[in-house]
């Protein structure tokens, strides 16, 4: 442990502390819902790396495809060859049930941001406008464009500027901290957990507001005629786990509808089977939220870099052949990942499993909360379960640090956990094979970390 601790500290001092590092070990090696440290911890996963081995760690399904792929070619490069068969097998896969029916044309590259890079360039030539809006609390990524449209915390954007213009940000419905949230804390509820079998309460009064703002937004601030689309992600990642309420999503696409705006979903955290459908934004279809273009990343390919843009057939449109490309997009391996990933959830009942998961975790952090009145919210859909701390007490208040410092105590039971957004939020986010028994496992040990820090 010596020399780990000698070689560590080499690395640090040759990695920028730009990179924030929520532990200090080296990881050895990854099975399913676990990974060892080279220090011969076991530590139990509940990030899935941010929500990307969601096969979990080295399914054996994708490990074979990935050495079949590397021994047959990894690089047919896009612009020198029409394709290599593992992407005409993705195609097929994608047309064939888990991409929407109406988004029949794809666009691969490497990483979300450069996914949501290229959904700007798409919806500004298909539509011949520039502006684009963003909603409050997203994350889209650390390019300069992605980074441009992110707001979920200052740090991703501080000393970079200036940033691209051209970008608005619309209020994002926050239930729990809305201007009703006095009326509706009155009505005693503090945990809204938001689907089946968790019903929330329809307290929701505030759900026709932000839909108000982007028409208010659209008068004074950006002109329908410059405006080309809308970015949101259908549960808010990086920003803490927050669904819209009921009709938000319903009145965003006839907003959107009534100006000729595209509308983009961000399903780099939210898609590839996390909240227990393909697809984040098809947890609230209520009469028709369907994007024009669709971000996909992280999970889609159990950790292999992998990501890419579905739209509509008529948006690549304009664009004039050349204009879109990248030297690694469509790369052999990562696609047969892909494919192998697609596989998996398919026949794993992976989708089913999320749910379920997803609910067996939910209730059991709401059988926590009922001991620590400390968690104020339990939110989010399938296997993308955010938890808000408050005052110790259930106030709406919650001291400075307190998910850090659960997140803390989590690693020193040896369970990975992360914290999200700029309110006190941590978030489990598994692999989407998790077992009932992992999930007992997490359960009782994000226990005892709360017991350890709030008492
Ligand atoms: N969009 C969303 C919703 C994300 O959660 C992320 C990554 N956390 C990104 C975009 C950026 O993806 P990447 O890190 O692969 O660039």
Same mark, same amino acid.
């Given at each position: 442990s010596k020399s780990v601790a000698q070689a560590l500290s080499k690395f640090y001092t040759q990695s920028p502390a730009a990179v924030s590092k929520l532990n200090d070990f080296i990881a050895k090696r990854g099975e399913g819902s676990w990974v060892w440290t080279t220090e011969g911890r076991k530590l139990l996963d509940m990030t899935s790396g941010i929500g990307v081995t969601s096969t979990g760690h080295c399914h054996p399904t994708v490990v074979k495809a990935v050495q079949e792929q590397a021994a047959t070619i990894?690089? #047919?490069?896009q612009n020198i060859f029409g394709s290599h068969e593992k992407a005409v097998e993705l195609y097929d896969k994608f047309s064939n049930g888990v991409m929407p029916s109406h988004l029949s044309r794809y666009f691969l590259c490497n990483s979300g941001a450069e996914a949501v890079d290229n959904a700007i360039k798409i919806v500004r030539s298909c539509t011949g406008r520039q502006n684009i809006i963003a909603f409050d609390g997203g994350y889209h990524g650390r390019t300069i464009g992605s980074m441009s449209l992110t707001? /979920? =915390?200052t740090v991703y954007r501080q %000393?970079? %500027?200036?940033?691209?213009?051209g970008v608005f940000v619309a209020p994002y419905p926050n239930c729990l901290h809305c201007k009703t949230q006095a009326e509706w804390k009155r009505a005693g509820y503090h945990i809204q957990p938001s689907y089946p079998p968790f019903?929330?309460?329809?307290?929701?009064?505030?759900?026709g507001s932000p839909a108000e703002a982007l028409e208010w937004m659209l008068l004074m601030q950006t002109a329908p005629m410059d405006t080309a689309a809308v970015i949101l992600e259908p549960v808010l990642g990086e920003g803490g786990f927050l669904s819209p309420p009921p009709g938000f999503m319903k009145n965003l696409r006839a907003i959107c509808d009534k100006h000729g705006i595209m509308v983009i979903a961000d399903e780099v955290q939210s898609g590839a089977a996390r909240t227990g459908k393909w697809w984040g934004h098809q947890q609230f279809d209520d009469g028709g939220m369907r994007p024009d273009l669709m971000i996909f990343a992280k999970g889609m390919a159990s950790g292999y870099p992998f990501a890419g843009v579905a739209a509509r057939a008529d948006a690549f449109e304009k664009m004039a052949p050349g204009t879109m490309g990248g030297t690694y997009g469509g790369n052999a391996v990562a696609c047969a990942a892909a494919v192998a990933t697609i596989e998996v959830i398919e026949k794993e009942g992976l989708l089913r499993n999320a749910h379920e998961r997803g609910i067996q975790l939910t209730q059991g952090i709401l059988d926590l909360a009922n001991r620590h009145p400390t968690i104020i919210d339990v939110r989010g859909r399938g296997l993308m379960v955010g938890v808000e701390f408050g005052s110790k007490? %259930?106030?709406?208040? #919650?001291? =400075?640090g307190i998910a850090t410092a659960v997140a803390k105590a989590c690693i020193k039971h040896d369970m990975l956990l992360m914290t999200a957004g700029a309110r006190e939020c941590v978030r489990f986010l598994p692999s989407?094979?998790? /077992?009932a028994a992992e999930v007992d496992i997490a359960l009782k040990l994000f226990g005892q970390a709360l017991d350890e820090v709030v008492g």
């Open positions: 990894v690089h #047919a490069q707001t /979920s =915390k %000393g970079f %500027g200036p940033l691209m213009p019903d929330a309460p329809d307290c929701r009064k505030c759900c007490d %259930g106030g709406l208040v #919650a001291p =400075k989407l094979n998790i /077992s």
